[in-house]
């Protein structure tokens, strides 16, 4: 490490202008790859590539073709949408629908129209000859008559159109529900126009005396993504520019006139302005009372715009209006550009690499902003330190890389390695999340370590020359009140250092005891924004409505035989028990589930009371040797009856029975459920066993739906995110472990470092399951930011407080001037870091803003347990060696490590 830390300084000192160069060269050919590095259209498959489930809902759309359904809400300001007006809605909706461009992708079948009303009954009867209805009251009993007459099943289904209050006695129902099915497409884009297609058509229907529509479907929330990004957007430059006022201050070279003071009021005023211009349009949507809508419907580009000119406008008066301005301003914008930089490097890498980002990757530019402020903040302290103490710039340039690059390639290795072993995970998105991070953490460190001293070299060597480089202004630029704030924390490892590790131990032990109760969830409904009226009406119809899903059951396999035959029958007779399935009961007293199903279709053929009854079919299948039990013997070839099916009824059948290869080989079960998300998991494992004799004929099953896909993505997340968590702390562990024993010759110093990240990592989930915020695909990237973040933090210090051990007296000044020093350097990143991406709260999707107050306070007790856990750590290790008469730390190897080479010629 000091080979490499001395090779970088005599780089930067030698060839500081080709460094510069090189860099900015490299970054405009990194950003036009980088922008290429998009979002994956089918994040399932990044988290769980070899599931059957995936498998299994990619053939059924590709061998019995997809079908997507929008649901639409009735409701009537009379309170009621059994009535005159809601049926001419109804009407009005079809026809609207028909006469639309929507019109071609509307799914007709024989069993089922495209749109299904909840007033369906009405219109049967109306089929049925009766006379249109003139009143209110002629609309329900033609409901009531209707309703009568509709197969069990199929009344079953129409009576979950009515909301929870519905009264059928009376025929009445605050709230309606219509059904439209339409071709889906495994095109991304294609799938979420056809959703607008449908829902600009319904929104288009006439309206009818106070029956209000309103459309809602899964993929309307896809149409709306580019709103979701917009938000995105907004958040992450709010941040930014917040992020770019802390570090001003954070900066800050103390203007010593009253008329540069009024300049630094001024500047910090308009960077106020620009930054609450950046933020207003966010709190005008989730505070709509409080502020003008009209701030919430302004477009991103012109909002970012004005937000910019005042911070440019902010930093032009610093730049020409005082000199110790302009020092401020070069270093904090320096710092935003190199981290700007850094993300663009690892996209261009992630885009060779893998083409396409998954979700989790995204959130990887915080954690490069974090380390960046992280990294610059130190290296700028270090070297205006040494300025300040009158070392030439070149001399400064070269010990504040050389020390504080020390503690930065041991926190580089460290984490990056950390990160790195992740890309054996079976799961692809945690795999590329590993290597990327990595990479952007060493992109971060050379760039920290090469780039900005180099340009700072550059700038201070021509004030040097003209001999008007401001020292003594230098002194506490890093914000004094900082500093002697954190140093004074110094007394509790100073004085109470045990009572200090017994009471975070407790915490540690309440904090694992909160995580037994964090929950695993994940809802789409999450991600759309809190102000959508389309979340809106997707809780009104996961709330009212007992409307069921579609869970499927896919069968592969030879099914052409009479054992096929059979164990599927049992399979279906037995999936009618598992709980949340839709069931209907014959008048048999036989209970099936309720849906579009394989065994059910063949039933209503071979059933003479089936409403598809078919003589032909059912004497083909008594040739075959079906029994009274509806069996056939186990060897019989059920080909002839299939074809004959096929050949009567293909519409029907296609929806049901397909061929994978040249033979009848896939049976589909549609079966109507009502687990909903919650229920996923058990509804998943419910299915699969009342199938499972299907194995034993030799045919393979999998249950399969939209939910449980989603409950198999965070499940799967879960668990190898605690497996990772395990590897990357336990490869900081042995790295530090190591690290320590070549360089001081205390490997216990690795465990003392190490064991604070897992105390910050067990608190964040604790008070994440105290909060009643779960395990998501956003929240998981918690722990992985708390050791990226967490591992660094604790580095400094231990670095330092080895570098202090050998100048001060004793551990306890130690100790005082660590926490000083450097961890005023880290309370400075910590606060620049939790204001700027803080204002995720604001958002209006829920997993950001939990996201947002999650890693606001996961950085900061990353920071309590760098400045007052680890400390304390590190005092009574120190006491204990000297209890037993060791020498604490070894000054002559910490000087080899340390210590500066002969200054070489610098040249440019």
Do not use: C
């Amino acid at each position: 490490m000091k080979s490499l830390v001395n090779t970088l300084a005599s780089s930067v000192r030698r060839y500081p202008i080709y460094i510069i160069v090189a860099v900015i060269v490299i970054s405009f050919v990194s950003g036009g790859l980088g922008g290429q590095f998009q979002p994956a259209e089918d994040q399932n498959e990044s988290f769980a590539p070899e599931a059957a489930e995936l498998t299994a809902a990619s053939l059924i759309g590709e061998t019995f073709g997809a079908t997507a359904r929008m649901q639409v809400v009735s409701s009537s300001a009379d309170g009621d949408v059994i009535t005159l007006s809601a049926l001419q809605a109804a009407i009005a909706m079809d026809e609207t629908l028909r006469a639309s461009d929507a019109a071609g992708i509307l799914v007709d079948t024989p069993q089922s129209p495209a749109i299904v009303s909840h007033l369906a009954p009405v219109f049967f009867a109306l089929d049925g000859g009766a006379p249109f209805p003139q009143s209110d009251a002629e609309v329900k009993q033609l409901y009531l008559t209707g309703l009568e007459q509709l197969p069990p099943a199929f009344a079953s289904f129409l009576q979950a159109l009515l909301s929870d209050d519905a009264d059928l006695s009376n025929a009445t129902a605050e709230l309606g529900l219509s059904s439209i099915t339409y071709e889906s497409s495994d095109d991304f884009d294609e799938l979420a126009e056809r959703a607008l297609q449908i829902s600009d058509a319904v929104a288009a229907t006439p309206g009818q005396n106070g029956v209000t529509l309103e459309a809602f479907s899964v993929e309307l929330i896809f149409a709306s993504g580019e709103d979701f990004q917009t938000e995105v957007l907004r958040l992450l430059a709010a941040a930014g520019l917040i992020i770019l006022l802390v570090l001003a201050i954070i900066f800050l070279v103390r203007p010593n006139t009253v008329r540069d003071r009024g300049l630094f009021v001024g500047g910090v005023v308009l960077m106020l302005l620009g930054a609450g211009v950046a933020v207003a349009p966010g709190l005008s949507l989730l505070f709509p009372d409080v502020f003008p809508e009209s701030w919430g419907e302004a477009e991103l580009g012109p909002v970012l715009g004005l937000a910019v000119s005042f911070y440019a406008l902010a930093f032009v008066l610093w730049s020409w209006g005082a000199r110790k301005l302009r020092r401020t301003t070069a270093d904090t914008l320096l710092t935003f550009v190199t981290i700007g930089f850094a993300i663009q490097w690892m996209n261009a890498y992630g885009f060779l690499r893998f083409e396409d980002q998954s979700q989790l990757v995204q959130i990887l530019p915080i954690l490069l902003i974090g380390l960046g402020v992280d990294y610059s903040i130190h290296m700028n302290t270090r070297y205006r330190q040494e300025i300040h103490g009158g070392r030439s710039v070149d001399s400064s340039v070269t010990t504040a890389i050389r020390t504080v690059g020390i503690a930065l390639v041991l926190a580089t290795l460290t984490t990056a390695v950390g990160f790195l072993t992740n890309v054996t995970n079976d799961i692809p998105a945690l795999a590329e999340f590993g290597e990327l991070a990595a990479v952007g953490i060493v992109f971060s460190f050379l760039l920290m370590l090469t780039f900005v001293p180099a340009v700072r070299q550059v700038l201070d060597r021509r004030s040097e020359l003209k001999d008007e480089l401001d020292r003594d202004g230098l002194e506490g630029g890093e914000s004094r009140a900082l500093p002697k704030l954190i140093g004074r924390t110094s007394v509790l490892p100073r004085r109470l250092a045990a009572g200090t590790i017994v009471i975070a131990l407790v915490i540690t032990a309440f904090g694992g005891l909160s995580m037994t109760n964090l929950s695993t969830k994940f809802s789409f409904l999450d991600f759309v924004p809190t102000t959508s009226p389309l979340r809106d009406t997707a809780i009104t119809v996961d709330e009212r409505f007992d409307f069921p899903e579609t869970s499927s059951v896919l069968v592969t396999g030879e099914v052409t035989t009479g054992a096929a035959w059979n164990a599927m029958l049992a399979s279906y007779v037995g999936a009618a028990d598992v709980e949340s399935v839709q069931s209907i009961e014959t008048q048999g007293g036989e209970r099936f589930p309720n849906g579009s199903t394989f065994m059910g279709l063949m039933f209503q053929f071979l059933s003479p009371s089936g409403d598809l009854a078919d003589q032909e079919l059912f004497d083909t299948a008594l040739s075959l040797g079906v029994g009274q039990d509806r069996t056939f013997p186990v060897d019989a070839d059920l080909t002839p009856l299939y074809d004959l099916a096929v050949q009567k009824y293909p519409a029907q059948m296609a929806g049901v029975l397909g061929t994978i290869g040249d033979t009848y080989d896939a049976a589909l079960y549609n079966i109507d459920t009502v687990a909903g998300e919650a229920g996923a998991a058990d509804l998943a494992d419910g299915l699969n066993e009342a199938f499972a004799p299907t194995a034993d004929a030799g045919l393979e099953s999998v249950a399969t739906s939209n939910f449980i896909i989603n409950d198999l993505v965070v499940t799967t997340l879960r668990d190898s995110q605690v497996s990772s968590l395990l590897l990357t702390m336990g490869a900081a562990l042995l790295l530090l472990v190591i690290n320590f024993w070549f360089e001081s010759r205390r490997p216990m110093l690795g465990v003392i470092t190490t064991l604070p990240v897992a105390m910050v990592v067990i608190w964040v989930f604790g008070l994440m399951a105290a909060f009643n915020i779960p395990f998501g695909p956003v929240t998981a990237t918690i722990s992985a930011l708390g050791i990226g973040i967490g591992i660094p933090y604790m580095i400094h210090v231990t670095h330092r407080y080895l570098e202090e051990r050998i100048e001060q007296a004793n551990e306890n000044e130690a100790i005082e001037q660590t926490l000083t020093f450097t961890g005023g350097a880290l309370a400075g990143s910590a606060v620049t870091t939790i204001a700027g991406f803080g204002i995720l709260v604001t958002s209006t999707t829920i997993p950001f803003r939990q996201f947002g107050f999650v890693i606001a306070y996961t950085i900061l007790l990353a920071l309590s347990a760098a400045v007052l856990v680890l400390p304390s750590l590190l005092v009574l290790w120190d006491r204990w060696h000297r209890r037993r008469g060791d020498v604490t730390v070894d000054a002559d190897v910490i000087h080899s490590a340390l210590q500066d080479e002969d200054e070489a010629p610098a040249s440019v």
